[in-house]
Antibody
């Protein structure tokens, strides 16, 4: 059974760096075709894909946020870490990590973690 | 960036009714279109992948169709537990994008 869980701060100040950790079980990020993605949803707005890391360490980022994002995998720890620099109140929202199997759909999602950016 | 536009934004329906939700892409995405369901305080759940392939464990009343730019999610014989927000997602090209969502209310 695949499970994922996001963890990190619930409140960050403007200009600070957000670090979110996705801890997963039931799969390995060393398996060919597997990936873990990050998606967020600001309150009352549409979901926004942020980043994706593949089993072979290939990384993809949202072009609009690429300069602020870094995604890293720690295969032996079954974790994927997303950092976002220079946080702004508009970055407030629920952040999800999700499993990407052999195809390109996100088939299993974490429960999400709410992040508020406020001074 | 590929824009996905869903319709309607909101629909109020009665149990056993048939529901159709559409998702239109701003350019052709082949069949790389997926449908998710999200209930309040729950994480999103994959219903349909690649336009028409049912994900494991999804009730048979959920089906998908379409290719290119126009896609449809159909819920046959709606049940009360289907009250949720449904949204589409394309993985044809980066950046991945999502539709704005369709909220289904059960009367």
């Amino acid at each position: 059974q695949i499970t994922l869980k996001e963890s990190g701060p619930t409140l960050v100040k403007p200009t600070q760096t957000l670090t979110l950790t996705c801890t997963f079980s039931g799969f390995s990020l060393s398996t060919s075709g597997v990936g873990v993605g990050w998606i967020r949803q600001p309150p009352g707005k549409a979901r926004e894909w942020l980043a994706l890391i593949y089993w072979d360490d290939d990384k993809r980022y949202s072009p609009s946020l690429k300069s602020r994002l870094t995604i890293t995998k720690y295969t032996s720890k079954n974790q994927v870490v997303l950092t976002m620099t220079n946080m702004d109140p508009v970055d407030t929202g629920t952040y999800y990590c999700a499993h990407r199997g052999g195809d390109s759909a996100f088939d299993i999602w974490g429960q999400g973690t709410m992040v508020t950016v406020s001074s | 960036e590929i824009v996905l536009t869903q319709s309607p934004d909101f629909q109020s329906v009665t149990p056993k009714e048939k529901v159709t939700i559409t998702c239109r892409a701003s350019q052709s995405i082949g069949s790389s279109l997926h449908w998710y369901q999200q209930k309040p305080d729950q994480s999103p759940k994959l219903l349909i992948k690649y336009a028409s392939q049912s994900f494991s464990g999804v009730p048979s009343r959920f089906s998908g169709s379409g290719s290119g730019t126009d896609f449809t999610l159909t819920i046959n014989s709606l049940e009360a537990e289907d009250a949720a927000t449904y949204y589409c997602h394309q993985s044809s090209s980066f950046p991945y994008t999502f539709g704005q969502g369709t909220k289904l209310e059960i009367k």
